[in-house]
């Protein structure tokens, strides 16, 4: 299909066929990126990761996300691992604190909270106060729901300059509250790296690595990773984080509470294969398969990065049409997942559809056919895919296993909203409110 907004014209893959042609047949070809004009806001978009073209420094950050923070190695190492299991912990108490104050949990924003902290002690080594925990929740998410707010400018690039909505200047106000915060954290350790050596006595936190590599100026070969990479960098990492993962955490739950079957069938699993051990862990999720089936089957319905936009390198024909250099190429990752010949009754939540796939068809990455595809596929699939999957997988069981779940009496009665607001990310449009009771 082929969509015009403005000057801009699209082609959308939205089967799971035509998604394999732009994510692995002509790849190679489709992985260039046009940033959303409010990612010109403090030239954010000039070093960022979401949208370098494929080059050198898109390589090279890349590089560093995955070997010093996202890859499985480090996650599970001495260091990560510990902080990955408080960011549960600090979930299940905050949930804990509600329920015996009788009070509704906001589970997304819950999810959220300990999810800002979990990353911000994986870059920075320090825990956030509540009153900078509150700046940057607010932040965070505006600056993630004006990524894609349509924008006139981005259909009409003779317009931008004049930016008619103000999403640039609204962008530009909320990046750069985070960028503020996070300069404060780099220039704190600047001050301290000559006592300690450079950072390099005991383990080094992301930050540690970043500012190692600017300081011997490698990256990847000539790659410069200044002050301002680092800081969009650290920026985008954060961003990326903290949306995506506590919005799949709400979503679950959301399909949970009004499944009631699924609900008890992922409790009594959790119950026998946990009993008594307090929280889902890592190596727990192999012996869990009907949450790992319950996770996907929210992640087919609501990928929370629906739509992958690709920028044409060169000429290319997809499905006997030929793309012109410098087209985009929309992945709609939300169609793929909800069509009707890979999927029976696709708008059906049944997680039992994945108990029935062969195991190289369940995973997230695995699938043959490209009919799930939810961390999308090729050279520009998502980097934080293990530490997704972890902490996904660890939240919304151990919230599972710790809690009953209802739905508030008004909520019960109207049923729940599962309408969508588009952002960078999918997110429900009128936040899950659930009553939870601690059951141990
Ligand atoms: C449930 C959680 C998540 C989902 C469903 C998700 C999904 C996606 C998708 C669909 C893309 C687009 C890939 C493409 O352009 O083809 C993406 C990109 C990306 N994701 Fe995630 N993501 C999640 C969590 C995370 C986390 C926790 C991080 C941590 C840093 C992260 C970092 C990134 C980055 C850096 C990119 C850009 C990759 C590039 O353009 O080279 N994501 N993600």
Redesign the pocket.
Known sequence: MTVRLGTLVAVVASSPSTAREV?QTHNGSL?G?SPPDAWLALGHAANS????P?GRM?RAL?RI?TEH??SARQLDSTRLRPVLRDAVLDLVRRVSGMAAAGRPVEVGRAAFAAMMDLQWRAMFSAGLDDAAARALHDAAREAVALSLKPNVSDFFPALAAADLQGVRRRFARRVAMVYQMIDEQIERRMRKRPETGGGSSGEKDLLDVVLDISEQGKGDGVVIVNREVIRTFLT??FL??VD??S??IEWGMAELLQHPDAMSKVQEELRSVLGSKALVEHPDVDRLPYLRAAIRET?RLH???PL???EAEETVEIQGHAVPKGCTVL?N?WAVHRDAAAWPEPDWFMPERFLRRRPEEAGFLGTTEFEF?????????????P???R??HAMLGSLLHHFEWALPGEVKENGVDMAESLGLTMIMATPLQAIAKSVR
């Open positions: 994510l992985t990126r990761v979401f949208v370098l494929p898109w890349r996300g923070l996202l985008d990492i990326a984080t995506t993962i919005s799949t992640l990928p929370v990065v992958v936009p690709n992945v990752l595809i939810p961390f999308s596929a090729g050279r520009r699939v998502c980097l934080g895919l530490l997704a999957t902490m996904v």
